[in-house]
T-cell receptor, first 113, second 112 residues
Framework: GENVEQHPSTLSVQEGDSAVIKCTYSDSASNYFPWYKQELGKGPQLIIDIRSNVGEKKDQRIAVTLNKTAKHFSLHITETQPEDSAVYFCAASISNYGQNFVFGPGTRLSVLP | NAGVTQTPKFRVLKTGQSMTLLCAQDMNHEYMYWYRQDPGMGLRLIHYSVGEGTTAKGEVPDGYNVSRLKKQNFLLGLESAAPSQTSVYFC???????????FGQGTRLTVV
């Protein structure tokens, strides 16, 4: 089955700096890669996603890149703000009937003022 | 729009007791999932359903049972709770496997 690894497990950056979180996946059939943000005491919320037919996607300060050949994808946050502090999860999924999401172990991002 | 609602939000059980966690979604999603979240281990899939009347095992199904009698509801049961089942449980739903999954607020379960 699918296995998703995520690095680093913790990340501290100064406000205004960029943050990068990297994930690798094992199943080459995976074709959907979402990123979730989880704030303390809440459920995860989707912040951006990318499909396997796209190499990069951007939404304001957040971008995701995908390298299908190497089977890895990354989350980039620019101009970080204190409210970006949270746990971030990557996931991989296959758009076949009966499949489900596999999540990485998470990255705790701290943005220091 | 409620989205995904989990009940209860908190619960303390004694070892050996049973309980049912309820998940309800109002988005007409086909897929529903139950995850547990433990420190440093991310989200691990317990069971999932790809439609009304269907269920399937995830990564960590032992000690849990589920039912999806109605499309909007997905129930997670613990027949005989154990301290190892102390965790935060999240329910989620999605239209398909390759579309956004919406999560509930979580249920914090403690088994003593």
């Amino acid at each position: 089955g699918e296995n998703v690894e995520q690095h680093p497990s913790t990340l501290s950056v100064q406000e205004g700096d960029s943050a990068v979180i990297k994930c690798t996946y094992s199943d080459s059939a995976s074709n959907y890669f979402p990123w979730y943000k989880q704030e303390l005491g809440k459920g995860p919320q989707l912040i951006i996603d990318i499909r396997s037919n796209v190499g990069e996607k951007k939404d304001q300060r957040i971008a995701v890149t995908l390298n299908k050949t190497a089977k890895h994808f990354s989350l980039h946050i620019t101009e970080t703000q204190p409210e970006d502090s949270a746990v971030y999860f990557c996931a991989a999924s296959i758009s076949n009937y009966g499949q489900n999401f596999v999540f990485g172990p998470g990255t705790r991002l701290s943005v220091l003022p | 729009n409620a989205g995904v609602t989990q009940t209860p939000k908190f619960r303390v059980l004694k070892t050996g007791q049973s309980m049912t966690l309820l998940c309800a979604q109002d988005m007409n999603h086909e897929y529903m999932y139950w995850y547990r979240q433990d420190p440093g281990m991310g989200l691990r899939l317990i069971h999932y359903s790809v439609g009304e009347g269907t269920t399937a095992k995830g990564e960590v199904p032992d000690g849990y049972n589920v039912s999806r009698l109605k499309k909007q509801n997905f129930l997670l049961g613990l027949e005989s709770a154990a301290p190892s089942q102390t965790s935060v449980y999240f329910c989620a739903s999605s239209y398909r496997a390759d579309t956004e999954a919406f999560f509930g607020q979580g249920t914090r379960l403690t088994v003593v």
